[in-house]
Every structure is written in C-alpha cells, then in structure tokens.
C-alpha cells in the first residue's frame, strides 16, 4: 500500500514538474500558434485543429424565431510542438485554470444568437496534453443557432440547417480546421417531438473557406448539414383528417330532397363555418411569413368544395321550385295519363306537382351528377396534393 502511494505521488510530482518546465522554462507564449512559433519566420506553417462534434441533444426548434437549440461537445485536437515531454506513459491532465494559460484556437459558431459553456460547479473544459504535444481540448456548450427555414411545403417541409465552425480572428494562413476521420459528427438524441433527422449518420459534412474581404484573406472553417423533416403525424390528426371528413360530411346535402330546405341549409352552414374555424386553428399554428404554404392551398381547396357544396344546393332548390305554365302542366299531365292509369297516382307529394315536376326533375339529375362529380374532383386534388407537394 505504502509503494502504491509512491509511485502515485512521485507520477503527480512529475506532472507537475513537466508542466512547470512547459510553461516557465520554455518562455512558452500562449498569444502565438504552434505553427507560428517554430524559430524561423520562413519555417511557420498554418496550425492544423482536427474537430469533432457531438450533439447530446436537440429542442426547442422555433419556426417564428427560425432557430434550434443544441447541447454538444466540442472537441478539438492539435499538435503544439512546445509542450512535448519525454514520458510517453504520462498525460498531462490540466486544470481550468492551467487551460489558460494555454494556446488554444478561438473557434466561433457563426449561426449562434446565444452560446454558453456549461457551469455546474466549474466551467465544463478538458485538456489533456500527450507526451508528442497533442492537445485534446474539448468543451460543452449550449448553442442557440439560426437556421434558413422554407416553409413553402409547410406542413410537408422539410429544413437543411447548416452549422459552421470558423476561427473569428486567426486566417487561414495561421489556422485551418479539418474534420476528423471517420464520423466527426454525432447526434446522441434524435427524438424531436415534431421533427424526425434525415440519414444515417444524420449530417453532412464539408470544408468550406469564406472571405474576409474581396481578393483578401480567408478564414478556414467547417460546415455541417442537419437535415430535419418535419412528422406528419400530429398534422393528419389537426388537420388534414378533419378536413376530410367534414368534406365529405357537406355531400350528405345530395341524398337530402330537393326541396328539403331546412336539413340541407343547416347541413352546408355548419360544414362552412366549422372549415373556417379549423382553417383559423391551422394558421394560428403555422409560420408567420408573407409567401403561400402547402397548407394554405389545402385549406383553400377544403373550404371552396364546402362551399360549391352550399352553392349546388342553392342551383338545385331554385330548379326545384320553379313553376311552368298552365298549358305546358297540361300537356305533362296528359302524356302522363296516356302511359299510367290513374289511380296510380293517388299519393301526392311534391314529385307529382305537375307544375314543377320538370324543373325538379332537372334538380334531381344535379344531385345525382353531384354524387359522383364531387368525390372523383376531391380525389383528384388530393392525389395531385400528395404526390406532388412531398416531392417537390
């Protein structure tokens, strides 16, 4: 026990002792890159940071603020030359403040409106540094990130969020990003509750070099695509199910008499005025933005079949209650009489006014026209919607 307690302190002694040299002896400068401070101006070279990027969790996507929440680890590697030791058995294990007063690179998130590095006790930071000068840095941040949103498919859309990690004050003549080898993005939790995360693994990832200014000197950065397509599930229940219903509620009307005017206006002024209400209940949740939506076409198509169901009503009572003249009712009444005897009409109702029978006979072709004509429209709109939106 008491060997095991030597060898742990003399191991911490060391640390210590390496440390120290590294930033005492060595007039080590944490204000200069690696790849800067080799002794010779024409030997300086860019520092090369590897990145990974592990994404524990996603929320809170706002479709009004277009942005997303994150909470990842950002880890970095890279090779100091300054701080190699000759003890290839030890890692030096550095405290937060030790972490300062190393060179580290100043990576930005460009898409961030908010950023914060985790703090439960202390300031969530690792580095390790390894006896060839490898550092490995890495952080957790929580990350509030705009997000270029189209919402002309709303609810059938689908977002490319793209992610870019630069340097905010070093170019690319001092520093160049790389992602590493292998998967350098991972997305722990993908359960959104209105969004599901395209692909396996579920990003992109790409080097891109932006600009400082025209013909000057660019920054080094990364970019990373986080495809999200938005579930349909909870909008087939809010939306386009009870739209269907109450369409095909409004062609009960055509199995109503004609002449049934009280079932058929009540029937066509409720399946009105509901439409309209979830039409409003389906705007109050959806994106706030000046162009036509997906859902938009849809609500105005449900609405405009409700309507033409009111409408046809309308034609069809006016025909059925139009009257003919005097002689045409006669005339009826007697090539009617030629063909049936009389007593076959005994009942009255009001298919043997002999004044309106015509008229109301028209009206009940509309109906039965109306019976099959409205359902294969509505068909055909919802198999041009449903094919064609989700593609587009």
């Given amino acids: 026990m008491f060997t095991l307690y030597n060898v742990y302190t003399e191991a911490i002694s060391l640390q210590r002792q390496i440390l120290q040299d590294i930033l005492e002896h060595r007039d080590y400068d944490k204000r200069i890159p690696p790849g800067i401070d080799l002794g010779d101006i024409y030997e300086e070279q860019p ?97 509030q990130l705009s997000c270029s949103m189209d919402f002309h498919l709303y609810p059938l859309d689908h977002q490319r969020c793209k992610i870019h990690l630069e340097s905010y004050g070093l170019t690319a003549k001092k520093l160049l990003y790389s992602w590493i080898d292998g998967t350098p993005v991972h997305v722990l939790n993908e359960n959104l509750p209105l969004y599901d995360i395209n692909g396996r693994p579920p990003t992109s990832v790409s080097l891109c070099h932006t600009s400082l200014f025209n013909g000057g000197t660019g920054f080094s950065c990364l970019e990373m695509v986080i495809e999200l397509k938005r579930s349909i599930g909870y909008y087939m229940t809010e939306i386009f199910i009870p739209d269907i219903l109450i369409v095909v509620l409004s062609w009960v009307s055509f199995w109503l008499h004609p002449l049934a005017v ?34 938009d076409v849809w609500s105005l198509f449900q609405i405009l079949f409700v309507f033409a169901a009111l409408v046809e009503f309308s034609v069809v009572n ?52 109306s019976r099959i004509g409205f359902p294969a429209v509505y068909l055909f709109f919802n198999f041009l919607f449903w094919v064609t939106v989700p593609n587009l």
């Fill in 318 to 369: 006016v025909l059925a209650r139009i009257k003919v003249s005097d002689a045409r009712a006669s005339q009826i009444a007697q090539e009617r009489a030629s063909k049936h005897r009389e007593s076959q009409g005994n009942v009255q109702d009001p298919d043997k006014d002999e004044n309106r029978r015509p008229y109301l006979e028209r009206a009940k072709k509309i109906d039965k026209i």
């Fill in 262 to 295: 009280p079932g058929r206006v009540s029937l066509g002024a409720v399946t009105v005025l509901t439409m309209s209400s979830l039409g409003s209940a389906s705007r109050r949740n959806a994106p706030r933005v000046s162009y036509v939506k997906a859902v």
């Fill in 47 to 143: 520092t090369n940071v590897s990145v990974q990027l592990f994404i524990t969790e996603m929320y809170d996507v706002n479709v009004n603020e277009m942005d997303f929440s994150i909470t990842c680890y950002l880890r970095q590697r890279w090779v100091d030359h300054r701080l190699n030791f000759s003890h290839p058995n030890i890692t030096l294990e550095l405290t937060q403040d030790e972490i300062s007063s190393i060179w580290t690179p100043d990576t930005f998130f460009p898409e961030s409106k908010k950023g914060d590095l985790h703090i439960i006790t202390k300031p969530n930071t690792l580095m390790h540094i390894y006896h060839n000068g490898t550092v490995l840095y890495s952080l957790r941040l929580h990350l």
